[in-house]
């Protein structure tokens, strides 16, 4: 199995680890630390080594940050991860407070601390928080002091090894683009900008630059490292010598100089007197800090690989189509079993995630997840970003809503989907909602929309027939996706706040509308759409973008109260089945070729 069902930490990792970390905090001079939970490379998972948070509280939640003092610790965790927090930490150790009232630094400006030290690691934070964290600590009255050594890190005497997968070229008939093509383009636009070079500070940046992937990371296969990009096109790639081999050397020519991660200070060194462009939404604290004492210019902009790593090229749509396609099958194999097998009523979360990654696994070239599977039955699936272990395992019960949110990484594409299905009879409530979240993803799907419109503006078509309802959902409409790189990536989003980046032809995301009845049931609708060049309208006047689908696999057509649909949804639901059954039959056969016909059956 590639996911894993037993929650790491606990209570117990907090009483052995918390003691360690206040004898290192007395070492280092400090009366407290602030601990958030992102790591050196703001990565979405995190190395086990870089698992700190987790480690000195027994937390193991996403998302979440602590600060820790000689006599108190307090746990900050969002609404996903409040009851997890409260179960996981030691309430004689940690006080858990929810985000975002009033948050860690909201916390911390409440506090009288004249004449403390509150420690914090600059490697960890965006500069944008250092700022934030100044300014609380100035309101409680304490220095804040830049550690050199984080003090988790010293007190972690048995800390698991830092990642070595090694890092392999990935072809160009899967990129589309040369490296050296991409470092040219990247490096004529920073000429353009007025900057020397861009430091490169994510590793899906560097991914997508030099044509590489690693297996650093789980879910998403990362190379761990840095890299500084010059405006005539060459480049400095700074990697752990274990990672590299000489085909990687043979990969990436003489414009790149392969250079050990230990030598990367030399490097940013090396920009002295250099205008250097940075972002400080990815790049950490640190960066700018290392910069600054070089002496170079610093130019804050955005990520200047961000938009084009984006932008998927024909190659790079081409293989992510192939890979939905085939993504459908193992898709298509499951919702036939859970419309047969599973309807009994015994069948549970766990054995569902590991039904559906075996038909995944099946297809032969599946190279990991996307991310751990969301398996929810009825008021689990109500838990938008709930994951399924030994302790919450619960059976898919008759008369519920069952709800899966996976996806594969395969070489040409990262998929991720999400059906609802009713396991037994559904009310006619659930029918109602599951229409209206149906509604909105159909409007999603089929907008034309003018070149310059934000996910933001488009956000409210998902919501109108719920909020008709006064329903609801509290997370984002659509979210960017890779080519066999992150599951989540930016600029582009589609929510409800503002996102300045326009949607622009090649760009993947997300179509998720949901609804979620606590305690009772979860309902989300989503598939993963491109969108495509602008194309004139018959009696228009503007060239109109739209969108292209990706995925292929059937809607609940039980859970579909046709009546709730006009005219036109109705069209859509019909052209959108048939689109399925003509692209995956010809795959199938037996029992789930003829139930697939069954499923995509004109409504």
Same mark, same amino acid.
């Given at each position: 199995?590639r996911?894993?069902?037993d929650?790491?930490?606990?209570p117990?990792?907090?009483? $052995?680890?918390?003691?360690?970390?206040?004898?290192?905090?007395?070492r280092?001079?400090?009366?407290?630390?602030?601990v %958030?939970? +992102?790591?050196?490379?703001?990565?979405e998972?995190?190395? +086990?080594a870089?698992?700190?948070?987790a480690w000195m509280?027994?937390?193991?939640?996403?998302?979440?940050?602590?600060f820790?003092?000689?006599?108190?610790?307090?746990?900050f965790?969002?609404g996903?991860y409040?009851?997890?927090?409260g179960?996981?930490?030691?309430?004689?150790l940690?006080?858990?407070?929810?985000?975002p009232?009033?948050?860690?630094?909201?916390?911390?400006a409440?506090?009288?601390?004249?004449?403390?030290?509150v420690?914090y690691?600059?490697?960890?934070?965006?500069?944008? +928080?250092?700022?934030?964290?100044?300014a609380?600590?100035?309101? $409680?009255?304490?220095?804040?002091?830049?550690v *050199?050594?984080?003090?988790?890190?010293?007190a972690?005497?048995?800390?698991?090894?830092?990642?070595?997968?090694?890092?392999?070229?990935?072809?160009?008939?899967?990129?589309?683009?040369a490296?050296?093509?991409k470092l040219?383009?990247?490096?004529a636009?920073?000429?353009?900008?007025?900057?020397?070079a861009a430091?490169?500070?994510?590793?899906?940046?560097?991914?997508?630059?030099?044509?590489?992937?690693?297996?650093d990371?789980?879910?998403?296969?990362?190379?761990l490292?840095?890299?500084?990009?010059?405006?005539?096109? #060459?480049?400095?790639?700074f990697?752990? &010598?274990e990672?590299?081999?000489?085909?990687?050397?043979?990969h990436l020519?003489n414009?790149?100089t392969?250079?050990?991660? *230990?030598?990367?200070d030399?490097?940013?060194?090396?920009? *002295?007197g250099?205008?250097? #462009?940075?972002?400080?939404d990815?790049?950490?604290?640190?960066f700018?800090?290392a910069l600054?004492? $070089?002496g170079?210019?610093i130019?804050?902009?955005?990520?200047?690989?961000?938009?084009?790593r984006a932008?998927k090229?024909a190659?790079?749509?081409?293989?992510?189509?192939?890979?939905?396609a085939?993504d459908?099958?193992?898709?298509?194999?499951?919702?036939?079993w859970?419309?047969? &097998?599973?309807?009994s009523?015994?069948?549970?979360?766990?054995?569902a995630?590991?039904?559906?990654?075996?038909?995944?696994e &099946?297809?032969?070239?599946?190279?990991?997840?996307?991310?751990?599977s969301?398996?929810g039955?009825?008021p689990?699936?109500?838990?938008?970003h709930?994951?399924? #272990?030994?302790?919450?395992?619960?059976?898919?019960?008759?008369?519920s809503?069952?709800?899966? +949110?996976?996806?594969?990484?395969y070489?040409?594409?990262?998929?991720?989907?999400?059906r609802?299905?009713p396991?037994?009879?559904?009310?006619?409530?659930?029918r109602a909602?599951y229409?209206?979240v149906?509604?909105?993803?159909?409007?999603?799907a089929?907008?034309?929309?003018?070149?310059?419109?934000?996910g933001t503006?488009?956000?409210?078509?998902a919501r109108?027939?719920?909020?008709?309802a006064?329903?609801?959902?509290?997370?984002?409409?659509?979210?960017?996706?890779?080519?066999?790189?992150?599951?989540?990536?930016?600029p582009?989003?589609i929510?409800?706040?503002w996102?300045?980046?326009p949607?622009m032809p090649?760009?993947i995301?997300?179509?998720? %509308?949901?609804?979620?009845?606590?305690?009772?049931y979860?309902?989300?609708?989503?598939?993963?759409?491109?969108?495509? %060049?602008? &194309?004139?309208i018959?009696?228009?006047?503007?060239?109109?973008?739209?969108f292209e689908?990706?995925?292929?696999? %059937?809607?609940?057509?039980?859970?579909?109260d046709?009546k709730m649909?006009?005219?036109e949804e109705?069209k859509?639901?019909n052209?959108?089945h048939?689109?399925?059954l003509?692209?995956? #039959?010809?795959?199938?056969?037996?029992?789930v070729?003829d139930?697939?016909?069954?499923?995509? $059956?004109k409504?």
């Open positions: 199995m996911q894993t069902f929650i790491k930490g606990g117990q990792d907090g009483r $052995a680890h918390l003691p360690l970390l206040r004898r290192e905090l007395a280092q001079g400090l009366d407290g630390f602030y %958030p939970h +992102d790591d050196e490379y703001q990565n998972y995190l190395p +086990d870089n698992e700190r948070l509280s027994g937390f193991t939640g996403s998302f979440g940050s602590a820790v003092f000689a006599g108190k610790a307090v746990l965790a969002d996903r409040t009851l997890q927090a179960d996981q930490t030691d309430p004689a940690f006080e858990v407070v929810g985000i009232d009033p948050g860690a630094f909201g916390w911390l409440q506090q009288s601390l004249a004449g403390k030290k420690g690691d600059p490697r960890l934070m965006s500069p944008n +928080d250092v700022a934030a964290l100044a609380a600590a100035a309101k $409680a009255g304490a220095e804040l002091v830049a *050199s050594e984080n003090p988790i890190d010293a972690w005497t048995d800390r698991p090894p830092q990642p070595m997968a090694k890092v392999v070229p990935q072809a160009v008939k899967h990129a589309g683009v490296h050296t093509d040219e383009a990247v490096g636009q920073l000429a353009r900008d007025g900057a020397d430091v490169l500070t994510s590793p899906a940046s560097l991914a997508w630059a030099f044509n590489i992937r690693g297996g990371v789980s879910c998403t296969p990362l190379p490292g840095r890299a500084i990009l010059h405006a005539d096109g #060459s480049a400095d790639l990697i752990d &010598e990672k590299t081999d000489a085909a990687l050397r043979r020519g414009k790149v392969l250079r050990p991660l *230990s030598k990367l030399e490097g940013l060194k090396g920009l *002295s250099k205008t250097v #462009s940075l972002d400080p990815v790049a950490s604290a640190w700018f800090d600054k004492e $070089a170079a210019n130019l804050r902009q955005r990520d200047p690989v961000a938009l084009p932008c090229n190659a790079e749509i081409k293989g992510t189509t192939a890979a939905h085939r459908g099958i193992a898709l298509t194999k499951f919702l036939h859970l419309d047969t &097998e599973a309807q009523g015994e069948v549970t979360e766990i054995d995630v590991v039904k559906l990654e075996a038909f995944r &099946e297809l032969g070239n599946l190279n990991d997840l996307s991310f751990p969301i398996s039955a009825g689990n699936g109500a838990l938008p709930y994951r399924v #272990s030994t302790a919450s395992d619960r059976k898919l019960a008759r008369g809503l069952f709800l899966i +949110d996976s996806g594969g990484q070489l040409d594409g990262t998929t991720d989907v999400t609802t299905v396991i037994g009879t559904p009310t006619e409530e659930m909602n229409t209206r149906l509604k909105g993803h159909i409007a999603l089929t907008v034309r929309f003018p070149p310059g419109t934000t503006h488009l956000d409210v078509l109108h027939a719920l909020w008709q006064g329903l609801d959902y509290q997370h984002g409409t659509g979210h960017g996706v890779g080519v066999y790189l992150g599951v989540h990536e930016g582009h989003r929510a409800k706040p996102n300045p980046v949607l090649g760009m995301v997300s179509n998720e %509308p949901g609804f979620y009845k606590a305690g009772e979860g309902i989300r609708i989503e598939n993963l759409q491109y969108v495509t %060049p602008a &194309e004139d018959p009696g228009g006047e503007i060239a109109m973008l739209g689908c990706l995925t292929f696999a %059937p809607l609940a057509r039980d859970l579909i046709v649909l006009t005219k109705r859509y639901v052209d959108y048939k689109r399925v003509k692209l995956l #039959s010809r795959k199938l056969d037996g029992e070729k139930w697939l016909k069954k499923a995509c $059956a409504i």
